[in-house]
């Protein structure tokens, strides 16, 4: 084994080396001896993928079962963190990140997801005897302002419900919360919204392991309207149009933030409130107090939106039939785009028989498939495109969303599986929908972001999530440069 160039002292006691305790009667002084080759150790090799991807959630305070923010916190999980990372796309995997790697796009907004390298490393580092390695090798602490780390950065602009206390043998409940104002003197463009719930709940509590247990508030629909006496059409809400009325993002448990296209902010007006009449809360076994918090992160003032929101539907909420005590069920559904569009963000929303959905883009012969992601309808996911890689789609574009569907006893999240199941508002019956967030362009847009992706993809005749950028590419090689066009 290597000697190491660092000194460090040895406390009279019992001091840990290399993951051994070793007894020191008087005060000494050794040379820290490196890891072996090929070996992995916490201090070296963990501890930059907890903090980066794990502590956000396992930290004092945290929304985590536990703490894995040191060797001493970490140790003991060593077997079920393997466990957790090591077992792919699928409902339970840690970090809760269901993207598939083997097909599609696979570049994202605020992806926590390891690394096959990195799922390999915590395997062997687990096996090999969770060592802690050279104390010297261990990255800076990460520092946290407060307990409620917001991923979009410090909000702009933080709104918060009233607190409400759910009793720890309450019935479910679905209704209307009360409006909440939002202090705004002047309208101002949304870039990124993030909704968290904040509640008293014992996050270290040893029966409070579950999403279920950590949370009250299951789903919250919602817009912000100004004038709260006018009534409102229920077909204004995914309208771009309303004059009183703007459509957010659904916020689900366990759900990350949502980023809207540079281009296409969101707009929050002045004199609004947060209004929702479909709340759904629940117990979670012990008496708690809890309130939503809406975090908007602004664009400039004087921002202009260049796209329009896309209102088109991608879903099914009236043909679903799920045979009783069978697994591998498909459900399918399709949407016509009727202008140029691009996909901001691509969200399943199914139920609990729910394991799996993809998304593919049909243009002519042209069939891609843009995502493929698994599904917990305990720790809902949304997945926001990177901006160089958000889908451009031409008009005429067929979406197609397969669903796949585990209704047998192998699937624990089913209550019970003997029966059939169809569309319903409730857990026990299903939906299957994309939620994902979508822009229109028109066909000049669409042509100049076409040229902007051919651009940063030289060479590539083929870019996924752009079936039309081949020709433009092809257009553009095939256009005579200056000097040629003067011979």
């Not at 070296?44 to 079962?65: K, T, V, Y």
């Not at 409620?148 to 209307?176: C, F, H, M, Q, Y």
């Not at 991608?314 to 691009?342: C, F, R, W």
Request: a neutral charge; proline letters at 7%; one cysteine or more.
């Amino acid at each position: 084994m290597k000697v190491g160039r660092h000194l460090w002292k040895l406390a009279a006691g019992t001091a840990v080396v290399g993951g051994c305790a070793w007894l020191a009667t008087t005060p000494a002084v050794v040379r820290a001896q490196g890891p072996a080759a090929g070996e992995v150790t916490y201090t070296r090799d963990i501890a930059p993928i907890l903090q980066r991807s794990c502590e956000n959630c396992h930290r004092p305070n945290g929304a985590g079962p536990m703490a894995l923010t040191t060797y001493e916190e970490v140790r003991p999980w060593a077997r079920a963190i393997k466990q957790r990372t090591g077992i792919g796309p699928h409902a339970g995997v840690m970090p809760p990140w269901y993207m598939e790697k083997n097909i599609g796009i696979q570049k994202y907004k605020d992806d926590p997801s390891l690394s096959a390298e990195e799922i390999a490393k915590v395997a062997k580092w687990a096996d090999s005897g969770a060592p802690r390695g050279n104390p010297a090798d261990m990255p800076p602490a990460r520092q946290y302002a407060d307990n409620s780390v917001w991923r979009i950065g410090t909000p702009d602009l933080i709104v918060k419900t009233k607190d409400i206390v759910v009793k720890a043998n309450a019935p479910d409940w679905w209704g209307e919360i009360e409006s909440v104002p939002i202090p705004l003197d002047q309208d101002r463009y949304v870039l990124a919204v993030e909704v968290k719930e904040v509640n008293d709940v014992d996050t270290h509590n040893k029966d409070r392991q579950t999403v279920g247990g950590r949370f009250v508030w299951h789903h919250l629909i919602y817009r912000t309207q100004v004038g709260l006496e006018t009534q409102v059409d229920s077909s204004e809400l995914d309208s771009s149009n309303a004059d009183n009325v703007v459509g957010w993002p659904v916020h689900e448990v366990g759900r990350n933030p949502d980023y809207f296209d540079p281009k296409a902010a969101r707009l929050l007006k002045k004199g609004s409130y947060i209004v929702s009449d479909s709340a759904h809360i629940h117990s979670n076994g012990h008496d708690t107090t809890s309130h939503l918090e809406f975090g908007y992160k602004f664009a400039p003032v004087g921002y202009k939106p260049l796209y329009k929101r896309a209102n088109y539907s991608l879903g099914n909420g009236v043909d679903i039939d799920i045979t009783g005590m069978e697994t591998s069920q498909q459900l399918h559904a399709y949407a016509v785009l009727p202008e140029p569009t691009k996909l901001v963000s691509f969200e399943p929303h199914l139920h609990a028989p729910g394991t799996r959905m993809c998304l593919e883009a049909i243009w002519g012969y042209n069939i891609q498939t843009l995502s493929c992601v698994g599904y917990d309808h305990n720790w809902v996911r949304g997945y926001s495109f990177a901006d160089d890689s958000a889908p451009l789609l031409p008009k005429g574009t067929i979406l197609h969303i397969i669903g796949y569907m585990n209704n047998s006893p192998s699937n624990k999240n089913v209550p019970d599986p003997r029966n059939w199941q169809g569309s319903g508002n409730r857990s026990i019956a299903n939906m299957f929908i994309d939620l994902g967030n979508r822009v229109y362009m028109t066909d000049e847009q669409f042509q100049d972001e076409m040229r902007a992706r051919v651009a940063a993809n030289p060479g590539k005749d083929i870019i996924l999530g752009c079936p039309l950028c081949g020709v433009v590419a092809k257009q553009s090689n095939a256009r005579p440069t200056q000097n040629q066009q003067q011979q």
